[in-house]
């Protein structure tokens, strides 16, 4: 099994009327969906460049996981997800090969997609998302 | 003018070789090239997941970007890059907005292409990265 491509590079901010402005006018990417996803505690703006997607996430309140990554690392670059046939299933791939998981079940994402994380001590320092239908 | 799509993210590693490895086990990557980028420090690998692409980047001494990076961060996400028609125009573009830029003009990257960094302090924390052939 393999990633068809990244989904969206995910943006922790501050502001997140501010931070779609500030990528509209430096990057001239466009504002494609907008949507409060209480189960991961952010407020989130998705962006288009071209056929890429840029995720911008604010934090509902700081004891949230973006709330909680402001707070540590300030902000920036949060995460990277990749889009793939069926999330359980890569799931069920990496946890058979011992990969450290944040989700062991698939939860509901921004545009009611099936979304699941993947530990950053088991990529290298980086938070990975897979992003599918199913 | 804008941002034709994400032409990478730029993930910073202590271990290249390693990094590949992982990338192609956990998310299907494949190599596509690796480079040795003087200019930058670096020793880089672009990875092809799908039509999408993640540089992996190990640094060639402590005291380069990524070296610091390293220090002060650990690995991890890096950078973002925009594939522009115009690298050079770009820069001129934010310039003329006052936005802080921490290449004025384009140097060499990989695959020959042009390339110009955006400060972090422009963007919301995010070091940004145009590329294009011109």
Known sequence: MTARSLHHIGIAVDDLDAAIDLWVALF????EHRERVDDQGVEAASLAVGPSRVELLAPLRPDTPVGRFL???????????????????????????????????????????????????????VLAEFVGDE
């Open 28 to 31: 001239g990417a466009s504002l």
């Open 71 to 125: 707070e540590k690392r300030g902000p920036g670059m949060h995460h990277v997800a990749f889009e793939v046939d069926d999330v359980a299933a890569e799931l069920r791939r990496l946890q058979a090969s011992g990969t450290r998981l944040i989700d062991e079940t698939p939860r509901r994402g921004m545009f009611g997609l099936q979304v699941a994380f993947v530990h950053p001590e088991a990529t290298g320092g």
